[in-house]
Every structure is written in structure tokens, then in C-alpha cells.
Antibody
Framework: QLQLQESGPGLLKPSEALSLTCTVS??????????WGWVRQPPGKGLEWIAT???????YITVPLRGRVTMSIDTSKNQFSLRLNYVTAADTATYYC???????????????WGQGTMVTVSS | EIQMTQSPSSLSASVGDRVTITCRAS??????LHWYLQKPGTAPKLLIY???NLQGEISSRFSATGSGTDFTLTISNLQPEDSAYYYC????????FGQGTKVEIK
């Protein structure tokens, strides 16, 4: 059973870069059985998928955030990361890391989630 | 980008009722349509994947159907623990979520 845990700064100033890390346990980040992703939720609002990465490095990013988002994998630490550049107050949200199985039927269905980490952007 | 529209945005029903939530996609998403439940302060939980498949130990009171652009989630015999937000998600192209439906128990 996979377990995911986010870590990050908590508070940022506008125009700074947000870096979040998700540590995976119970499975390998290099497994071809999973994709690794990020989903965020502004306070009191709904879910927004941000991006997903596969162990090959193939990355998929939501259209509104392309140009500001990159993802990466650190195989030595069994972690994957999100970087969001030039943050504004609109990026204030709880950020979740999550995983979904590879394969057609369960494509995109996030079945393991971290507990979430709150990120506030404020001057 | 495929847009997902859920309705209603909220509903209130009694214990034992049957409730239905609908999700409409702006274009066909095939069978890449999933449903989640989220309770306040917790991470979302996968309920149903690929339109109609119950995830893990999810109660059989939950069922779902649909195809192409129109999908429904039904909760039968509504229970107090079903009080939550429900989200649909398409994963046909780059993924998007519906705006959510708040289910309250009267």
C-alpha cells in the first residue's frame, strides 16, 4: 500500500517560487505501475489538477499553469517534486500529492493521496 | 481543455433517501470518468473509477453510470456518513475536476 507525504514551505511572498516534495513509501517511484501527480484546493473551493509525471520523466501539466510549473523525480530519495514559479495570492491552496495506476481502465484515477500541505502566498 | 459541469452544487436529503449527482463534460471523455468523496479537512477519496467501477471497499450503496459526456453518481439509502463533497474528474485528456457537489443530511 502506497503512502505519500507532502513537504513544503507553508508561506511564500508574491513572485517567489513554490517548491513542494512528495515522499513515497510502500512502493518505488520508478515503478511502471504508477503515475505521480499534484492536485490543489484553494480555501473553500474545489479541486484543481496541476500536473502528473511518469517514471520516464514524461510530464503532463494543466493548461492554465503551463509555463510556470515543472515536475521532477528523485529516484535516490523516492520522491517527486513540484515547482511553481511566480506565485500570487491565487496560488494559495492546500496542495495534495497523489498517485494513480498506469493502464487504460484506471487512467487518472488517483487512489492514493497525501494528507495535503497548506501553502499561503502573502506579502 | 475539457470542462466538467456538476449539478446540483448542493443538495440536502434525509437518511434513507436516494440522491443523484450529474456530471457533464464539454466533449466526450470515453470511460475516463472518476468520482471522489471529500470530507472537510481530509484528502479526497476515490469512490468510483472508469465510470462505474467501485473502488476497493466502497459501499455498494454507491453506484454510477454514464457514457460520452453525461454521467451520474447515485447514493442509495443515504447515511449520515455520506455527508461530504463529491467531485467528478475526467482523465481523457489533461485532467479536470467538476466544481463539486455538497451533500448534506437533513
Amino acid at each position: 500500500q502506497l503512502q505519500l507525504q507532502e513537504s513544503g514551505p507553508g508561506l511564500l511572498k508574491p513572485s517567489e517560487a513554490l517548491s513542494l516534495t512528495c515522499t513515497v513509501s510502500g512502493g518505488s517511484i520508478t515503478s511502471d505501475s504508477y503515475y505521480w501527480g499534484w492536485v490543489r484546493q484553494p480555501p473553500g473551493k474545489g479541486l484543481e489538477w496541476i500536473a502528473t509525471i511518469y517514471y520516464t520523466g514524461a510530464t503532463y501539466i494543466t493548461v492554465p499553469l503551463r509555463g510556470r510549473v515543472t515536475m521532477s523525480i528523485d529516484t535516490s530519495k523516492n520522491q517527486f517534486s513540484l515547482r511553481l514559479n511566480y506565485v500570487t495570492a491565487a496560488d494559495t491552496a492546500t496542495y495534495y500529492c497523489a498517485s494513480h495506476p498506469s493502464g487504460d481502465v484506471r487512467r487518472g484515477a488517483f487512489d492514493f493521496w497525501g494528507q495535503g500541505t497548506m501553502v499561503t502566498v502573502s506579502s | 481543455e475539457i470542462q466538467m459541469t456538476q449539478s446540483p452544487s448542493s443538495l440536502s436529503a434525509s437518511v434513507g433517501d436516494r440522491v443523484t449527482i450529474t456530471c457533464r463534460a464539454s466533449q466526450s471523455v470515453g470511460t475516463s470518468l472518476h468520482w471522489y468523496l471529500q470530507k472537510p479537512g481530509t484528502a479526497p477519496k476515490l469512490l468510483i473509477y472508469a465510470v462505474s467501477n467501485l473502488q476497493g471497499e466502497i459501499s455498494s450503496r454507491f453506484s454510477a453510470t454514464g457514457s460520452g459526456t453525461d454521467f451520474t453518481l447515485t447514493i442509495s439509502n443515504l447515511q449520515p456518513e455520506d455527508s461530504a463533497y463529491y467531485y467528478c474528474q475526467q482523465a481523457y485528456g489533461t485532467s479536470t475536476f467538476g466544481q463539486g457537489t455538497k451533500v448534506e443530511i437533513k
